[in-house]
């Protein structure tokens, strides 16, 4: 189906356990999918560029949202997620104007640029389950004012929250052992954050240009 510009819904039956990659790529009409829950994992630029595509939910039994699944969805605002999800995928979510978002406890894995420049992001849940949130996640996600970390994260990578210009309080989870190289540069916004004893590694830029920053 991809390609199908003027494809504006469609209802894929129970017992498609699979499809492919791109499968509805460009459908810049396609504004309804129902989804079955026989499906396991939404693969690789499944809806990239559907660009009328509002809203979506996510049946339970899929547990992997692989790469670019929604990419540049640029109407998609409300997306729900099954508990039964461990993964979400390189890009997954990139470009989209989601609001508001809460990943479900069983979720472990958020890949590299999950949401990045998510521009109408306010505030996202992590759940303790997530033992890996990749570089650059959240970067450039302009409108984000409040997140939750898991408690089990060891590690900020890389650019995690680089660019997030409206952040203004982060507490650092206690067994986080390495914040990484500019991974809350340009929060311009941020004037609170917690960083625990856990803490052995501040790397380079870790907060450039931050410039609301309180010392105490």
Do not use: H
């Not at 999918?33 to 509002?54: E, M, Q, R, W, Y």
């Amino acid at each position: 189906f991809a390609g199908c510009t003027s494809l504006k819904s469609i209802i894929i039956p129970e017992g498609v356990t699979d499809l492919g990659f791109g499968t509805f790529k460009g459908c810049e009409a396609l504004e309804s999918v129902t989804l079955p829950s026989t499906v396991i994992g939404l693969s690789n630029d499944l809806f990239a560029g559907c660009t009328s595509l509002k809203s979506i939910v996510i049946p339970e039994g899929v547990k992997y949202i692989y790469q670019r699944v929604f990419k540049d969805c640029s109407s998609l605002k409300s997306v729900t997620l099954p508990s039964s999800l461990i993964t979400i995928g390189d890009k997954a979510f990139e470009g989209t104007p989601i609001e508001e978002l809460t990943i479900p406890e069983g979720t472990e894995f958020i890949m590299k640029c999950a949401f990045y420049k998510c521009t109408a992001l306010r505030s996202i849940v992590i759940p303790d389950s997530v033992k890996t949130i990749k570089q650059s996640a959240f970067a450039l996600c302009t409108s984000l004012e409040r997140v939750t970390l898991p408690n089990g994260l060891t590690e900020i990578d890389w650019y995690l929250f680089s660019g997030c210009s409206s952040l203004d309080n982060v507490v650092i989870p206690k067994k986080v052992k390495k914040i990484g190289m500019n991974a809350f540069s340009g929060c311009t916004s941020l004037k609170n954050i917690t960083i625990p004893k856990s803490v052995k590694t501040i790397e380079d830029g870790a907060f450039k240009d931050c410039t609301s920053l309180e010392c105490k």
